[in-house]
């Protein structure tokens, strides 16, 4: 490792060439390097999510936002702002075989098996009904339900100053699939208000465990559908809830209360 103090350094193109001898003193390897030299610091921006998830994984079904903090913020020059988002693939250059091979004579197979891929064309990045983004400062928000489950992304910010471009990632791990395939059931489902029910909500998988159950129903206020739990803590283990009297149904729907059951996984990835 080489540390160089920079600021004794002018403006230019530097090369720095390394050089490894084997212990046979008979072979020789070079490596160069340029580098450039300015006057304009280089742009250095801290991206944070700012919804964290202390789970470490974010389900689709929330919107993701992150924000940019300057680490020192140049307030005369107009920065600009691009953005893209990769994803964690397979390698195409990668051959199982050679990398056998490499391993079978003890060389190092120096291809990685996985890389980041630019997805931003993909997911339509430009679309900022999917991706909110502004002009004058470093956030993004992506939307609900635009990133895919159960992958590794990263998120890439290159902010350009005259003559010169930072680059700040911040990696990130999507929740599997939301719960799916559960019902909900009433029993009994006909009877007066004052009749206690069970409510139950079987059948419902996902990827991620353990679930969690929140049973309500939906009531109406000044004309707007609004969810009004039974319980304040969601219910883990058995999926299952006695009440012991309703509240009143619609007078305009022959008194019928509709329910709803709230599945969700230990990351937030959820369906009702």
């Not at 895919?148 to 990263?154: L, M, R, T």
């Not at 022959?254 to 329910?259: G, H, M, Q």
């Amino acid at each position: 490792v080489l540390m160089v103090l920079t600021s004794n350094l002018t403006s230019g193109v530097y090369k720095f060439t390394v050089q490894i001898q084997a212990s046979d003193s008979a072979r020789f390897a070079n490596k160069t390097l340029d580098i450039t030299i300015i006057e304009t610091a280089v742009p250095s921006v801290t991206l944070a999510i700012r919804n964290v998830n202390p789970n470490g994984k974010y389900p689709v079904t929330s919107a993701i936002a992150i924000s940019g903090t300057f680490d020192d913020l140049d307030p005369t020059i107009a920065y600009e702002f691009r953005w893209y988002i990769k994803r964690y693939e397979t390698n195409p250059l990668y051959e199982v075989n050679d990398a056998q091979a490499a391993e079978d004579r003890g060389e190092v197979y120096d291809v990685p098996r996985m890389v980041w891929v630019d997805f931003s064309e993909f997911y339509g990045l430009s679309n900022r009904s999917r991706f909110f983004t502004k002009i004058d400062v470093p956030d993004m928000k992506i939307e609900a339900n635009v990133l895919d489950p159960g992958q590794k992304y990263q998120i890439e910010l290159r902010t350009l100053a005259p003559g010169v471009e930072g680059i700040s990632t911040i990696d990130f791990q999507t929740a599997g699939l939301p719960p799916s395939a559960g019902s909900l059931e009433c029993i009994p489902r006909n009877g007066t208000f004052e009749d206690p029910r069970i409510l139950t909500a079987p059948n419902w998988v996902a990827d991620d465990l353990p679930l969690s159950y929140i049973f309500g129903y939906i009531d109406s206020v000044a004309g707007v559908q609004i969810q009004v739990p039974f319980h304040s803590e969601a219910i883990t283990g058995m999926p299952q809830f006695r009440i012991e009297e309703l509240p009143l149904g619609v007078s305009s729907n022959d008194w019928s209360l509709v329910l709803y059951i709230r599945v969700s996984t230990v990351f937030g990835a959820y369906s009702e």
